[in-house]
């Protein structure tokens, strides 16, 4: 399933690869701008950005604003009854019923809910995702056919030009040498422009570096430190920043 697969090389792709010339950066706006949206469809509960559940309020319960809490904490927005919602929830007793579509998804105790409420929601939401199959025949059609498309648009189109210049050995032999030093440069700037993750001392001096490279691992270690970004000076600036790469990486916090 394409949920379960870690997202961290094709991020490091496109941070160091794709945003490092104008023609990747046209193809990451278009991706940013035109995809993110439809996704939302078929994703699963727990990735969504915002999920809006009906769990109706209920005066006696004296875990009633404890279960809000751990819902908006996980991004399940409540709203009233009769709205358009990814979730309900009933209450039986001391039990937890996650409906979804009509249809219960699955019961729990609201003890045993607000003791790990992640856990819980995260079961839910594989419960209720019918779109793996597809996320991952998707996943695996992007990924074959960017690296495809590419080949045919640059080396093609080359291929064509030289062909029409030299002779077909000649054009042939020029067109394979290209090919490979466009693979080693690639190679080699994607080796060369990552930085490793700073130490949590050294985060605060990273984030204010001129270097677009190291502001972003110093991003991405806070995130991995599951630190504030608002307690480091300059965050603020990110969002500012002439580079794609920090600014994409500090909407992770948003």
């Given at each position: 399933m394409v949920h379960s697969l870690r997202p961290e090389p094709l991020i490091e792709l496109r941070d160091h690869l794709l945003l490092s010339n104008p023609v990747g950066k046209s193809v990451n706006s278009f991706y940013?701008?035109?995809?993110?949206?439809?996704?939302?469809?078929?994703?699963?509960?727990?990735?969504?950005?915002?999920?809006?559940?009906?769990?109706?309020?209920?005066?006696?319960?004296?875990?009633q604003a404890a279960v809000t809490k751990e819902l908006l904490q996980n991004d399940y927005l409540p709203v009233a009854a009769g709205s358009k919602t990814d979730l309900e929830i009933e209450r039986e007793g001391g039990q937890l019923r996650f409906m979804h579509r009509?249809?219960?998804?699955?019961?729990?105790?609201?003890?045993?809910f607000l003791a790990a409420p992640r856990r819980a929601l995260d079961d839910v939401s594989g419960a209720t995702d019918h779109w793996g199959a597809f996320r991952g025949f998707t996943f695996w059609c992007v990924l074959m056919a960017f690296p495809i498309a590419l080949y045919t648009l640059a080396f093609g189109w080359l291929r064509l030009v030289v062909g029409l210049v030299l002779q077909e050995r000649l054009a042939e032999f020029f067109h394979r040498r290209s090919l490979s030093g466009a693979r080693a440069w690639h190679s080699g700037h994607y080796i060369l422009s990552r930085e490793p993750a700073p130490h949590p001392d050294a985060i605060a001096t990273t984030l204010g570096s001129e270097n677009w490279q190291k502001q972003t691992a110093a991003v991405k270690a806070i995130r991995e430190y599951h630190l504030d970004i608002c307690d480091f000076p300059g965050h603020a600036d990110l969002l500012l920043t002439p580079h794609p790469h920090c600014a994409i990486a500090r909407q992770g916090f948003g």
């Open positions: 940013y701008r035109y995809t993110l949206y439809p996704a939302e469809v078929f994703k699963p509960l727990n990735q969504r950005q915002i999920k809006a559940v009906v769990f109706p309020p209920a005066g006696n319960d004296p875990h009509g249809g219960s998804v699955m019961d729990i105790s609201v003890d045993r």
